[in-house]
């Protein structure tokens, strides 16, 4: 992925996009959606949030353990 293509979804997407809570999913019809999996378990977190994700307290960036 090239650098310009990377900053360009992180406008679109925002923390969702390398968060180890995170999951993208596509529709039947090629819609994008990233769920949260934290809201099965903490209701302060959006199911499928709005885009782009600025501040999350749940964040917690792919490469770093859980």
């Not at 999350?56 to 353990?65: F, R």
């Amino acid at each position: 992925m090239t650098e310009d293509h990377e900053e360009s979804l992180r406008k679109r997407i925002g923390l969702c996009l390398d968060c180890q809570h995170s999951r993208q999913i596509e529709s039947d019809r090629g819609a994008e959606f990233y769920m949260c999996r934290l809201s099965a378990s903490d209701p302060r977190f959006p199911k499928y949030p709005a885009l782009p994700v600025i501040f999350c307290a749940g964040y917690l960036p792919t490469n770093v353990p859980c």
